[in-house]
Nanobody
Framework: HLQLVESGGGLVQPGGSLRLSCAAS????????LGWFRQAPGKEREGVSC?????????YYGDSVKGRFTISRDNAKNMGFLQMNSLKPEDTAVYYC???????????????WGQGTQVTVSS
């Protein structure tokens, strides 16, 4: 299994931007789908975005982040990214990256998870 480490979280004002990174250690990263999930206090974890394996590269977004967030990956560096623009207070959550065989919003289908990084959107 790949090991994943997220970074890039922090405190940002509404309307601001953050770029989250997900560093993967291990082999065959480019043969995994990469997903981002988030969990706000008192809420269930929800899917944010996903990008398929290298030969496909199809991207998916949750309705609440479409048009504001962009997922990408650099397979040569075993890295995944989530560019978050026009952030809102309701985007406040712990953000997790995950890898699996295909894109799905079902958490049980993902093979490995990072430890999460906190994103707080507040003035």
């Amino acid at each position: 299994h790949l090991q994943l480490v997220e970074s890039g979280g922090g405190l940002v004002q509404p309307g601001g931007s953050l770029r989250l990174s997900c560093a993967a250690s291990g082999s065959a990263f480019d043969y995994y789908a990469l997903g981002w999930f988030r969990q706000a206090p008192g809420k269930e974890r929800e899917g944010v975005s996903c990008i398929s394996i290298k030969d496909d590269g199809t991207t998916y977004y949750g309705d609440s982040v479409k048009g504001r967030f962009t997922i990408s990956r650099d397979n040569a560096k075993n890295m995944g990214f989530l560019q978050m623009n026009s952030l809102k207070p309701e985007d406040t959550a712990v953000y997790y990256c995950a890898v699996g065989l295909y894109c799905t919003w079902l958490e049980d289908e993902w093979d490995s998870w990072g430890q999460g990084t906190q994103v707080t959107v507040s003035s």
